[in-house]
Nanobody, 126 residues
Framework: QVQLVESGGGLVQDGGSLRLSCAAS????????MGWFRQPPGKEREFVSA????????RYVDSVKGRFTVSRDNAKNTVFLQMNSLTPEDTAVYSC???????????????????WGQGTQVTVSS
């Protein structure tokens, strides 16, 4: 069973950048599809991005396309989310999640990811 720990969150001004990291342990990292999700204050958790086990295929929610970039380093058991041009609407708790890569799908539904990190707060001030 894989354990996930996020880092890199914080307070940033409108238009700024942050890079989130999610370190995995206890499993074969390259056998997992990885996802990033966020939960804004008072709202439901929403999909942000996903990346295939190889890192070749990625998926993004429309609201972050062109601003966020997901990547992974299988040698370091880590997935990243580079976030640029941040706006106050990006304020949320960001969590990484993992699911088996056996079906090759980059799914957006949180319920299909069995493993989750504890989350890291991202706050964008106006």
């Amino acid at each position: 069973q894989v354990q996930l720990v996020e880092s890199g969150g914080g307070l940033v001004q409108d238009g700024g950048s942050l890079r989130l990291s999610c370190a995995a342990s206890g499993g074969t990292f390259s056998s997992y599809t990885m996802g990033w999700f966020r939960q804004p204050p008072g709202k439901e958790r929403e999909f942000v991005s996903a990346i295939s086990w190889s890192g070749i295929t990625t998926r993004y929610v429309d609201s972050v396309k062109g601003r966020f970039t997901v990547s992974r380093d299988n040698a370091k058991n880590t997935v990243f989310l580079q976030m640029n041009s941040l706006t106050p609407e990006d304020t949320a708790v960001y969590s990484c999640a993992a699911r088996s890569a056996s079906d090759g799908l980059l799914v957006a539904q949180p319920r299909l990811y069995p493993y989750w990190g504890q989350g890291t707060q991202v706050t964008v001030s106006s």
